[in-house]
């Protein structure tokens, strides 16, 4: 019959399972079963540490949320090292990664070039569009990076679309709290220095819940942010009060059930929706809440506005009333019913 083993771990150690740990000591990653070193790798290779973390997950050792915990690594990059794994085996993580290289524009090129124009081939309209983006976008920037390699990168980078693994990572180490990366912005709303931050929106991909943007021009329509400035006031902060608005329009566009569900979302990725680093949380958006409610009926007075603005718009529809028909025939005992 087989022995329990009693979890107990070596001092300095950070739990994963009941049964397993890990320490870093000495430039090393050490796991241990109890108190029995089953594996090591070097702290800065990458590749041992996913195919490590992926076995446990694949073995059944481990789950994927425990990974996620113990070593706070983003979720989506723990699911795609397992399917790498069960896929192309342990080797993937030791592969050299593959680098497209891009095609040089050689003399002999240009004369090829210049003959199929010659013979009245022409560059495709999505080609030339492309090019044309893509030169007013990145000529400047790179015009003024110099030789600096550092800045070439962060210019390489800024012209192409971040995903949401690069922009999970970025949060994660925002120095304010996760997906505070518009730090100084932060810094100088709460010296007094900024009222609103201003919205700017950029280039990434794949954004979660990102098709409420469409419903955008519906709710500024029906007046989500008419009369705003006029109806209510707030102290001077980081957020601007048209983003409030804009925050619960699009939680219930994205049936998000109430505030406290926002704890499980991704703050990040909904600020890219805002045009902000983050929405805010749960506590400051219930503070803010009360604060535009204050003095008591200031809500019931815009509505009120935006009400007859409507009423104005589309007369002819002013008191028409609507009849449901949908009532279910009375399938009771053979009683006297009443008249209604």
Known sequence: MPQIQLPIFPAGTTKITPELAFEKREGKVV??????????????????????????????TASQRQIVEAFGVPRVTVKRCVKRLREQGAGVFFKAAERQGGSKLTPERL?????????????????????????????????????????????????????KSQRSEADAQAPLGVGTTRSLERVMAAMGKLDGAPIEFELVADVPQGGVLCALP???????????????????????????????GFLALARVASLESLRYEPPGEWGKLLGLDRIPEVRTLRGKLGQLCQPRGRAQRWSQTLSQEWMAGSAESVGTAYVDGHVRVYHGRLTKLPRR
């Open 218 to 248: 519906a709710l500024l329509a029906f007046g989500l942010l008419r009369h705003t400035r006029e109806a209510f006031s707030l102290p001077a902060g980081y957020y601007p009060l048209e983003s409030y608005f804009l925050a619960l």
């Open 111 to 163: 004369v090829q070039a210049q003959g199929l124009l010659d013979q009245g081939r022409k560059v495709s309209r999505s080609l030339a569009r492309n090019w044309e983006c893509s030169r007013a976008r990145c000529t400047r920037p790179l015009m003024m990076a110099g030789s600096n390699r550092a800045l070439k990168k962060e210019v390489s980078l800024s012209c192409a679309a971040l995903t």
């Open 31 to 60: 796991y241990f079963n109890g108190q029995l070193p089953v594996f090591a790798h070097a702290a800065e290779d990458l590749g041992a540490f996913r195919l490590y973390s992926s076995q446990l997950i694949v073995n059944g």
